[in-house]
């Protein structure tokens, strides 16, 4: 545990990875360079950090938890953090595996925490309350799982970039489905809720945005237009379209879910 904290409104974030918004109003975001987990406040633009107490936790990814507090992925570590937004104190939770490599992590519609382990196979929930750890193994071998969302249907989404498939578990009864995206080498990265309410990815190997109806299970694809596009991570935009970045063309891209119908705009600085 940590309450060690220094405070910057200009400097002080150094290899910043992931991000998210606390339910203080505050933005969080996960700094692996530098071991610590920092805040910033959209008010005054004024940055806080809190050192990680394990060495080299390589933090990666970042969540609001239902409990108030914030949690985040100790990739290098192998270990699940918390954060309270209060006191800014860290608590840190073992994962049984050995080398799971925790990466991806989002609050469920269970109120538990979950997280993929792309080194070990598997798909993590945590406990708020106990600080439990329960772990499913994936049925596809090197699945390595990578992004994990919570879907319409309130089951927990994730994408398996090393088996090029689409994953959900049941958060009742920990049963894991997999579904296989038609076109070899996806490489299916990240994954978000869509307000038509399917499941929306993108495929880095491919460069193509994915579809998948919690319904039927059914994977629709659409061409990004830029060659060599490599897109990455998907959110929902408060237009109600899903946005992705593209790392190797240096565009952002939009895809309206009504049409299909894809937008790209160019980074020129």
């Not at 005054?44 to 985040?72: H, K, L, M, Q, R």
């Not at 460069?207 to 694809?221: A, Y």
Request: charged share 15%; net charge negative.
């Amino acid at each position: 545990m940590s309450q060690n904290a220094s405070t910057t409104k200009t400097g002080g974030i150094y290899r910043t990875i992931k991000i998210t918004t606390g339910l203080d109003n505050n933005m969080w975001f996960t700094e692996s360079g530098a071991n610590k987990i920092g805040k910033i406040s959209p008010q005054n633009g004024e940055v806080t950090e809190y050192v990680i107490p394990t060495p080299n936790a390589s933090a990666y990814a970042i969540a609001a938890g239902p409990d108030g507090n914030v949690w985040f992925t100790e990739s290098g570590a192998d270990k699940i953090g918390k954060i309270s937004p209060q006191s800014g104190e860290i608590t840190e939770y073992n994962i049984p595996t050995e080398n799971g490599a925790p990466d991806a992590i989002a609050a469920g519609p269970d109120n538990n925490i979950w997280f993929t382990e792309s080194g070990a196979n598997k798909i993590g929930k945590i406990s708020p309350q106990s600080g439990k750890i329960t772990e499913y193994n994936i049925p596809a071998g090197n699945a390595i799982p990578d992004a994990i969302a919570a879907g319409p249907d309130n089951n927990m989404w994730f994408t398996a970039s090393g088996a090029d498939k689409i994953g959900k578990i049941s958060p009742q009864s920990g049963v894991i489905t997999e579904y296989n995206i038609a076109t070899e080498n996806a490489v299916p990265d990240a994954i978000a809720a869509g307000p038509d309410n399917n499941m929306w990815f993108t495929e880095n190997g491919a460069d193509k945005i994915g579809k998948i109806s919690p319904q039927s299970g059914e994977i629709t694809e659409y061409n990004i237009p830029t060659e060599n596009a490599s897109p990455d991570a998907i959110v929902l935009g408060p237009d109600s379209n899903l946005w992705f970045t593209e790392n190797r063309s240096n565009k952002i891209g939009k895809m309206t879910p009504a049409t299909g119908v894809i937008t790209e705009v160019s980074n020129n600085s």
